[in-house]
């Protein structure tokens, strides 16, 4: 199925990456991928685009955001999950 992995490395300082999976036999869907603060507000976007089925990994290099705790979400079709990535400056 959908899959969302944790952010490699974790923590991390300036650059991560994240890779998910969208399963075969899926329908092509807008996908997105976004970064928010713990605040809750979106600071990037990612990925936001229409994703056939297969795995994909995107870097976040976050030279630009101050240390802290962030969260990702991936949303495609009916699916959503979020997890939690550290960047240490």
């Given at each position: 199925?959908?899959?969302?992995?944790?952010?490699?490395?974790n923590?991390?300082?300036?650059?991560?990456?994240?890779?998910f999976?969208?399963p075969?036999?899926?329908?092509?869907?807008?996908?997105f991928?976004?970064?928010?603060?713990?605040?809750?507000?979106?600071?990037?976007?990612?990925?936001?685009?229409?994703?056939?089925?297969?795995?994909?990994?995107?870097n976040?290099?976050?030279?630009?955001?101050p240390?802290?705790?962030?969260?990702?979400?991936?949303?495609?079709?009916?699916?959503?999950?979020?997890?939690?990535?550290?960047?240490i400056?």
């Amino acid at each position: 199925g959908f899959s969302l992995s944790q952010n490699y490395p974790n923590p991390f300082n300036p650059e991560t990456k994240i890779k998910f999976d969208i399963p075969a036999g899926s329908k092509v869907a807008q996908t997105f991928l976004s970064v928010y603060n713990v605040a809750g507000q979106r600071v990037a976007i990612l990925v936001n685009q229409n994703l056939q089925p297969g795995t994909y990994e995107v870097n976040w290099n976050a030279a630009e955001y101050p240390s802290g705790v962030y969260f990702y979400t991936l949303k495609t079709g009916d699916y959503i999950q979020t997890r939690k990535m550290v960047l240490i400056k």
